[in-house]
């Protein structure tokens, strides 16, 4: 529909296309294909409705919704007949023949539905109780007996199905089937015997548990939630999910500071109606290994408890006695609020420019190309945008696993009709196929060459107005990568966004938690944006650093240096006196064991974590802070978009990151007044980016392979500790070869592959799959798969493995 | 997976007659009943994997219909039309009546496997009601004790002549015809019987006929 | 009224059904007078016979083919429904096993005319004879250079495909037929889009009976004239009827539309010595049972309709007053609960509830009270269902009512079978042991 507004008077004029129709009387003009049901929405009618859902093609199969339509001697199904110009439509408010009808299929669907609301987890917030309160008899008329079924069945090990209360609305299969792309259920039987049943496949999907959400009776329950509480004594809280870059709007529901569930929010922008299982299920985390105080090490050595003056004196004294040497770490799940304040206490307080939030593989080529392309320019390329692209290439970006709501976004996009997914990628995946995707294979390092063809191929619709290329994080591994992709851009005119798997990372990025780079995308290095900023922290712009600071890794390097001069009998001051860190998974960092060698030999460490980790462990104060549901805050998803959250556990007494950063800076003598935030983004000039040249090809020599792979959505992340149903529905860890790698190895199928480097090993089951030869592929941090810790360094993307027969290293 | 050898090459011939390969499963599942005597999870797994399909998907498919058997069905898969207009001409009668003699009710088999049987709906042969099916093949006009007869005659070994078909194979015989593989008895069983040429004999005894078009 | 038997006409030569058979009756000249012909052309005598369709809803066949857009591009196709599953119909089975090339030789007309490359033939599973049958004569037709690529050198290709279907009456709805044609459960679809515009594989489709494509050829060979001079105005042509139940001379009777019931029975012989006509349905038991009253209706779409019933399949079923009504209406319930899809509530939820009424009734169990609520149960079902099955189910009980409610009073204190002795109502009821 065209919305075109008469800038004279404010006032929208009706759209070209619409149609006039009139609901119990009342006029109203909608877009032309538009449903009787939504018109009447659209005047605050409501008919009654079990199967229909706006997200859902229409099925009119449940028959509750119908209604009068003049000229037609029989009742019609609101939900699928479209609005004519004229047409009058009679709800039961003003039709006896539509009244009768709903009253009837109201009773149809009762006869054989228990009469178990009082244990039913629908129960207060259930349309089919709700309609039979309000329209139903009081009394049922059958007095046969009903349909029965063994009860309940897993549909997954989070979701629970008990048949007997199913109306065979068939929201769940439908959006299994249409949204998803998972048939994981069906509809199984015929008749009255018809039910919903599940397949053999062990593999479920990463959205199962929207079914639950959109099950209009109690059939579908989630087994966490389960006879645990009632709707009525749940409170609702509007957050953001802090699971990844995609930005879904959820509905946190809690009890007495305890979370019982979350749901997926409204959120048409973004999520729709649906959210991922890791999304929905994984909150148990806030309960698991939580740090109860601040502790500092004594003169023994230990960690042991301290009060919060003592410990923010000590944290305080040992950050000023390395001024000028102070790295600051944060990680990428930091709220918005938080990454600035750590972006303002590193340059305003610690005057350092050594901060770094990429706690995961990445390189000076992504520094460059994010500060180029992506740091404080607001709102790009939108999921709306995706849906309507003519084309859209995912370049080392596997949506399903790193961000599923792109996934489904892309999916209803592809189902259009419309949209062409390209990716280049190492193998046609499962989301790739449900994409029906086109690969352009790469093996890893092979990505620039392989862009650079695009880059002068006609065919891909890349050169169309509108298409889009998405990139994700793991890019970064790739010499030349990234600079691969700006050029293709470039040549072909598509717009580009980057999707980064953790929440907090945009955000970051936009707070200037890079070297050389300041809030809103400012270049450290230009005058006009350091005293942009400095007007902004109400601090004298010469007290900013001026050069540019060190990112991870050369911090990393530059401290393992000083060790290995020490051990030759060089003495120099620590280039690294204290690092303050934040937020940092070490599984997440190309060299778990490297950095944590690195922390034990930093003179000083301060920790500010939510729970007790490797790092903790070796820090001199460790300060604990609010996990994402104990505090309120904000998230910018991967458009540039940003979504709040409130707080949903209140009362624990946790602070804020930005809060203990304010007390910090205070103790140091500095106050944190005013605000963070500048209101605008950098309108400077931006440079160009530094063209890096790819490297040529690795060879793997015999019983050899290139190692690639990325993380899976359900693997073993910290944040989805403690909920074993969720973990029961991770895809099994599996090795993917090439059916002829699997030949030279002598493989047998169905036969385990054991893949060595460094000085780990992992075995796994072997699958076949469309790679290159000699490369293989493992989910990167899977239960049987904890790729950073077997393999150390020797384990980056694209590094040379050995792979032999399973379990004969 | 322990179907027959070819198995997956008969399906692909199956799958080859279509357009869009989805297409084929009726047909499949027919040609797994004929490999293995009913639906059988391999089989489910291996028409769902040659399409495309989830396990879920095809199962939803299988159990649709009702001549997807759930397990192996008897070498001779007897059919009562109990519909109401052979059920009332004699239909319900026959059926009580085999149900007894072969010990067996709806859809159970006969414990040496020999038999199973099915009350069946309409079967599009009501002017030779009451009517029967051996593995889908007619049995018209049956009678209580013509009925037995058949049974005891397959019992005994002996070959039963539908009275519209060929001889009565076995259940996974006529599967494999019903899957679309020519088994070449499209001849058997001869022309017309009489009571589809009740009309046509009728019109000739009173000299009717079709008036001829007028060419030119 | 006379008979006239064209479809059926040589079905007493033996060898009817082969090639050899049917090609000694003009066979397949239809095919070249039609290939000589634009496809519009074909259309439009079709339209011009009207001919309406014998599967049971009388829809005009020529109108139907010409819904089919032409020049868009898309892949067209034909599908023919023989499914027939309908209790009482049984005409379609004995065509195919009689004259399969007339179905052949109607598909490769109809396919030229709607400009469809690929034709299925959708027979039900149950009935393999008539499935070989059909697959041979496609097969002779392919040998003989009817189908396949370049039709009789005309440049026409076209592929038939017979397809089984595995037991499933609903299958025989078009749209449900389609969905599993292509593989799913047959459940029916929405509409609109209509198969004519987004059929099988969402490509145009037109979807006919059997019957219906068994009369092209001899519309094409014989002229518009010759068969408008069979039948009435809105109802031209012959018709298959197929007379079973309680008659004397059960089976195929061709005749012309607008032959009485009462001249339809003579021909079969009548009721049984010494029997009345208690009630029969015209087409299926879909449609409103008549009564003895009823016997002097013409036979076509408009006068059956006024008499208030429907046509139908045009196979009438006939019932002597040995029948319990209660026993026949819980018996057709049973059938459309057993076969109602599932997807609608109406349908799905009321057959239940109506069978477990029902069979009260016919223990002689049923309840004054349960009359009214079973009428008002059909008509919650009526109009309100997602397809015509509904609708069907919903017909018998209220149908019977009008004629015989005083049997579904006696429901409430006897049982079916004792107030109307089963072994009368057999036909080896004097045989039986
Ligand atoms: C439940 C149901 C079952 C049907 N079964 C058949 C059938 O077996 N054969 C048939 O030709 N039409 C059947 N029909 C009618 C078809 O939907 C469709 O109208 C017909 O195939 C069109 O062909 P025609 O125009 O040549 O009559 C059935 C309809 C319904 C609602
Ligand atoms: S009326 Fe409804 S349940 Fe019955 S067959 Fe049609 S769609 Fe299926
Ligand atoms: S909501 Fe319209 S039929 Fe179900």
């Known amino acids: 529909m065209t919305v075109t507004t008469n800038s004279d008077t404010n006032v929208p004029a009706v759209p070209a296309d619409s149609v006039t129709v009139t609901v119990d009387g009342r006029a109203v003009s909608v877009p032309k294909g538009s449903l009787v049901i939504r018109a009447a929405e659209v005047l605050g009618i409501e008919i009654p409705r079990f199967c229909d859902h706006p997200l859902l093609e229409p099925v009119a199969a449940c028959r509750m919704c119908l209604v009068e339509i003049a000229g037609q001697p029989k009742p019609q199904p609101a939900c699928a007949v479209t609005v004519t110009d004229g047409m009058a439509v009679l709800t039961q408010a003003g039709s006896a023949m539509a009244e009768a009808a709903q009253r009837g299929?109201?009773?149809?669907?009762?006869?054989?539905?228990?009469?178990?609301?009082?244990?039913?987890?629908?129960?207060g917030e259930c349309p089919l109780q709700n309609q039979s309160l309000s329209h139903g008899r009081g009394e049922s008329r059958f007095d046969g007996v009903k349909r029965t079924f063994e009860k309940p069945i897993s549909v997954s090990a989070q979701v629970l199905l008990d048949r007997e209360r199913c109306v065979s609305c068939a929201r769940c299969t439908r959006f299994a089937d249409e949204i998803a792309g998972d048939p994981f259920i069906s509809l199984q039987e015929r008749g009255a015997k018809q039910q919903v049943g599940i397949g053999d496949e062990s593999s479920g999907s990463y959205f199962s548990g929207n079914v639950i959400q959109i099950c209009p009776v109690g059939a579908l329950t989630s087994a966490r939630y389960r006879f645990r509480t009632r709707p009525f004594d749940l409170v609702s809280v509007t957050t953001t999910c802090e699971h990844c870059a995609a930005g879904c709007e959820l509905r946190t529901d809690y009890r007495r500071g305890t979370i019982m569930r979350r749901q997926a929010g409204d959120a048409p922008a973004v999520n729709e109606e649906w959210n991922c299982d890791k999304g929905r299920f994984a909150f148990t985390y806030v309960n698991q290994g939580r740090l109860s105080g601040p502790l500092v090490r004594d003169a023994a050595g230990d960690l042991v408890a301290a009060s919060w003056p003592e410990a923010i004196a000590i944290a305080a004294a040992g950050l000023a006695s390395a001024a000028g040497r102070v790295g600051v770490l944060t990680g990428g799940r930091l709220s918005d609020d938080d990454a600035l304040t750590y972006s303002r206490f590193a340059r305003a307080v610690l005057k350092t420019d050594d901060v770094d939030f990429r706690a995961r593989t990445a390189s000076a080529e992504e520094a460059d190309f994010l500060a180029v392309h992506v740091a404080g320019t607001g709102l790009g390329v939108t999921y709306a945008d995706l849906e309507s692209a003519p084309a859209v290439l995912l370049v080392d970006f596997e949506p399903e696993d790193e961000s599923p709501i792109v996934y489904l976004r892309l999916r209803k996009a592809v189902r259009t009709g419309r949209t062409r997914i390209l990716a280049v990628a190492p193998f046609t995946s499962d989301g790739l196929a449900k994409l029906s995707g086109t690969l352009f294979r790469a093996a890893p390092g092979e990505q620039p060459a392989v862009l650079d063809r695009l880059a002068s191929d006609e065919s891909t619709g890349l050169r169309q107005s509108g298409a889009v290329i998405l990139v994700g994080e793991r890019l970064a591994g790739v010499v030349g990568g990234l600079t691969a992709v700006a050029r293709l851009a470039t040549a072909t005119g598509a717009r580009l966004a980057w999707v980064p798997r953790r929440a907090g990372e945009r955000g970051a990025l936009d707070a200037g938690l890079l070297p050389g780079l300041l809030p809103g995308g400012r270049p450290l290095t230009d005058a006009t944006a350091r005293a942009e900023i400095a007007a902004v922290w109400a601090i004298n712009a010469a007290d900013l650093p001026t050069t540019v600071g060190r990112d991870l890794g050369a911090q990393v390097a530059a401290v393992h240096q000083h060790q290995a001069d020490l051990s030759d009998g060089i003495e120099t001051e620590a280039p690294i006196g204290a690092w303050l860190i934040a937020g940092v998974g070490p599984e997440d960092l190309p060299d778990p064991t490297a950095f944590l060698a690195a922390v034990a030999a930093v003179p000083f460490v301060v920790s500010l974590e939510t729970r007790h980790t490797e790092i903790t462990a070796l820090a001199d104060v460790v300060l604990p802070v609010a996990a994402i549901p104990e505090r309120a805050g904000s998230f910018t998803n991967w458009e540039g978009r940003v979504g709040s959250f409130s707080t949903v556990l209140s009362g624990t007494g946790a602070l804020t990151d930005a809060r203990v950063l304010t007390v910090l800076a205070e103790e140091l003598g500095t106050r944190l007044g005013g605000s963070n935030e500048p209101d605008a983004d950098w309108a400077g000039a931006r440079r160009a980016m530094e063209s890096v040249t790819a490297n040529a090809a690795t060879q793997p020599g015999k019983g050899q392979a290139l190692l690639t792979g990325w993380r899976q959505l359900i693997d073993a992340g910290t944040l989805q500790e403690g909920e074993p149903f969720l973990a029961a529905t991770a895809r099994p860890a599996v090795a993917r070869i090439s059916a002829a790698t699997a030949t030279n190895l002598g493989l047998a199928a169905g036969s385990e592959v054991t893949v060595s480097a460094g000085n780990g090993q992992i075995t796994l089951p072997w699958v076949p799959a469309d790679l290159p030869d000699a490369v293989v592929w493992l989910p990167l941090n899977s239960a049987d798969s904890a790729v950073r810790s077997a393999f150390g360094a020797a384990g980056t993307a694209g590094?040379?493995?050995?792979l032999s027969s399973g379990g004969a290293a | 997976m322990a179907l027959p050898d070819g198995t997956r090459e008969r399906l692909s011939e199956i799958v080859a007659r279509y357009p869009q390969p989805r297409s084929a499963l009726l047909p499949m599942l027919h040609l797994v009943q004929a490999e293995e005597g009913y639906v059988t999870p391999d089989g489910l797994a291996l028409c769902a994997e040659m399409l495309g399909l989830s396990t879920a998907e095809a199962a939803a498919v299988s159990s649709f219909y009702t001549m997807y058997q759930r397990r192996p069905a008897g070498e001779f898969h007897i059919g009562?039309?109990?519909?109401p207009l052979c059920g009332i001409l004699g239909g319900d009668a026959i059926w009580a009546a085999l149900s007894e003699h072969l010990g067996i009710g709806h859809d159970e088999v006969t414990p040496d496997g020999k038999f199973s049987l099915e009350r069946i709906e309409c079967q599009a042969a009501c002017t030779h009601a009451p009517v029967m099916t051996a593995n889908w093949e007619y049995l018209d006009q049956m009678t209580v004790e013509s009925a037995k007869g058949v049974v005891d005659k397959i019992r005994a070994g002996e070959p039963v002549q539908s009275t519209r078909g060929p001889v009565v194979r076995s259940f996974r015989d006529t599967e494999r015809t019903v899957a679309g593989f020519d088994d070449g008895l499209a001849d058997e069983g001869g022309g017309a019987d009489a009571l589809m040429l009740a009309g046509l004999n009728r019109a000739k005894e009173l000299g009717q006929a079709a008036p001829e078009p007028k060419r030119g | 009224m006379a008979l006239t038997p064209v479809i059926t006409a040589h079905w007493d030569e033996p060898d009817s059904h082969t090639m050899a058979g049917y090609k000694r009756h003009?066979?397949?000249?239809?095919?070249?007078?039609?290939?000589?012909?634009t496809p519009d052309e074909v259309i439009g005598i079709v339209k011009d016979s009207g001919l309406r369709g014998r599967g049971g809803a009388g829809f005009p066949t020529g109108l139907k083919w010409s819904f089919v857009p032409q020049g868009d591009g898309k892949p067209h196709y034909l599908v023919v429904n023989a499914d027939e599953s309908e209790p009482g119909a049984c005409k379609d089975i004995p065509i195919m096993l009689a004259n399969p090339h007339a179905l052949v030789e109607g598909v490769l007309i109809t396919a030229y005319a709607i400009r469809a490359s690929h034709a299925f033939i959708y027979i039900r599973g149950e009935v393999?004879?008539?499935?070989?049958?059909?697959?041979?004569?496609?097969?002779?037709?392919?040998?003989?250079?009817?189908?396949?690529?370049?039709?009789?050198?005309?440049?026409?290709?076209?592929?038939?495909?017979v397809h089984s279907g595995a037991g499933a009456y609903i299958c025989g709805e078009e749209t449900a037929l389609l969905d599993s044609l292509e593989g799913l459960r047959g459940q029916p679809r929405l509409k609109p889009p209509f198969p004519a515009t987004a059929g099988l594989y969402a490509a145009p489709t037109v979807i006919n009976n059997v019957e219906t494509i068994c009369n092209i050829p001899t519309i094409i060979n014989n002229g518009v004239d010759w068969f408008r001079s069979f039948g009435t105005e809105k109802s031209p042509g012959f018709k298959v009827f197929a007379v079973s139940g309680h008659v004397n001379r059960p089976g195929i009777y061709e005749a012309p539309l607008g032959i009485t019931m009462r001249e339809l029975l003579e021909h079969a012989g009548g009721v049984r010595e010494g029997r009345e006509v208690k009630f029969w349905l015209p087409g299926g038991s879909s449609v409103p049972m008549l009564t003895a009253e009823h016997l002097d209706t013409p036979l076509t779409y408009e006068d059956i309709a006024a008499a208030g019933s429907m046509?139908?399949?045009?196979?009438?079923?006939?019932?002597?007053?040995?029948?319990?009504?209660?026993?026949?209406?819980?018996g057709w319930l049973e059938f459309y609960k057993h076969e109602s899809c599932g997807k609608c509530t109406p349908c799905r939820e009321g057959t239940y509830w109506i069978v477990d009424v029902l069979k009260r009734f016919r223990a002689g169990k049923g309840t004054p009270e349960d009359l009214p609520k079973l009428e008002e149960i059909c008509a919650q079902i009526f109009g309100r269902s997602f397809c015509a099955l509904g609708d069907a189910a919903a017909t018998p009980f209220p149908a019977a009512m009008k004629y015989f409610a005083s049997e579904f009073a006696d429901g409430t204190r006897a049982a079916a079978n004792d107030l109307f002795d089963p072994v009368a109502a057999t036909i080896f009821s004097g045989v039986a042991s």
């Open chain 3, 311 to 330: 046509l139908g399949t045009g196979t009438p079923m006939v019932f002597d007053e040995t029948t319990s009504v209660v026993r026949a209406v819980t």
């Open chain 3, 128 to 161: 393999p004879h008539a499935i070989r049958r059909v697959m041979a004569a496609v097969r002779d037709a392919y040998a003989a250079g009817y189908a396949g690529k370049n039709v009789l050198g005309s440049g026409f290709d076209i592929e038939i495909v």
């Open chain 2, 80 to 83: 009562v039309c109990i519909n």
């Open chain 1, 799 to 802: 590094a040379i493995v050995g």
């Open chain 1, 105 to 123: 299929v109201l009773e149809f669907l009762l006869i054989n539905h228990p009469l178990d609301c009082p244990v039913c987890d629908k129960g």
């Open chain 3, 26 to 37: 003009a066979g397949y000249t239809g095919l070249s007078a039609a290939l000589a012909k």
